[in-house]
């Protein structure tokens, strides 16, 4: 079974970029819809986008001005940046593989971030 | 953006009740409907896709009905492992979106 994992800093200052990556194991990160979605604490889901293994993108027009999604297919590995941060971006972010019709199939577990000074 | 409106926002109900969660959408996407469970400090998990379609190993307790722009998620016997918030999705247009979440407690 495909396995993923979010890394990266669970801390950012306001007005610096969030990256974060998604170790994909188990399987090939070379195929299928690769996607982003957060959730800010005690609230609901927010989907950022997605990236097909090809490098296509799908952005929330709600982000899509601050947000790049990319892919590492030779380390199997996709990732989010997301510049201008502000308190607003504080959420636990997932990274998760989506199938064709958009359903979101797994996840990762997560990773909080938090944006503070 | 199509918005989905959950009701209730919270429920309250006993091991064994029937439990009902609506999803309305404010604009017809058809069956293209995903339900999924998030339990405390966990990622969400599919349960429902396609509106009415169980994922392999959800238990038949589980069901989901509805097209166009009203949806059901019903739980037919609440087992102690059901206690979590429920979140509908739709899957028929750009930007995805998902419903504000039911939280079912236990009584």
């Known amino acids: 079974q495909v396995q993923l994992q979010e890394s990266g800093p669970g801390l950012v200052k306001p007005s610096e970029t969030l990256s974060l990556t998604c170790t994909v194991s188990?399987?090939?990160?070379?195929?299928?819809?690769w996607s982003w979605i957060r959730q800010p604490p005690g609230k609901g889901l927010e989907w950022i986008g997605y990236i097909y293994y090809s490098g296509s993108t799908n952005y929330n027009p709600s982000l899509k001005s601050r947000v790049t999604i990319s892919i590492d297919t030779s380390k199997n590995q996709f990732s989010l940046k997301l510049n201008s941060v502000t308190a607003a971006d504080t959420a636990v972010y997932y990274c998760?593989?989506?199938?064709?019709?958009?359903?979101?199939?797994?996840w990762g577990q997560g990773t909080l971030v938090t944006v503070s000074s | 953006d199509i918005q989905l409106t959950q009701s209730p926002s919270f429920l309250s109900a006993s091991v064994g009740d029937r439990v009902t969660i609506t999803c309305r959408a404010s604009q017809g996407i058809s069956s293209y409907l995903a339900w999924y469970q998030q339990k405390p400090g966990k990622a969400p998990k599919i349960l429902i896709y396609?509106?009415?379609t169980l994922q392999s190993g959800v238990p038949s307790r589980f069901s989901g009905s509805g097209s166009g722009t009203e949806f059901t998620l019903t739980i037919s016997s609440l087992q102690p492992e059901d206690f979590a918030t429920y979140y509908c999705?739709?899957?028929?247009?750009?930007?995805?979106?998902f419903g504000g979440g039911t939280k079912v407690e236990i009584k």
């Open positions: 396609g509106a009415s």
């Open positions: 998760a593989i989506v199938d064709t019709a958009m359903v979101i199939v797994y």
């Open positions: 188990g399987g090939s990160i070379s195929s299928s819809y």
């Open positions: 999705q739709q899957l028929n247009s750009y930007p995805l979106t």
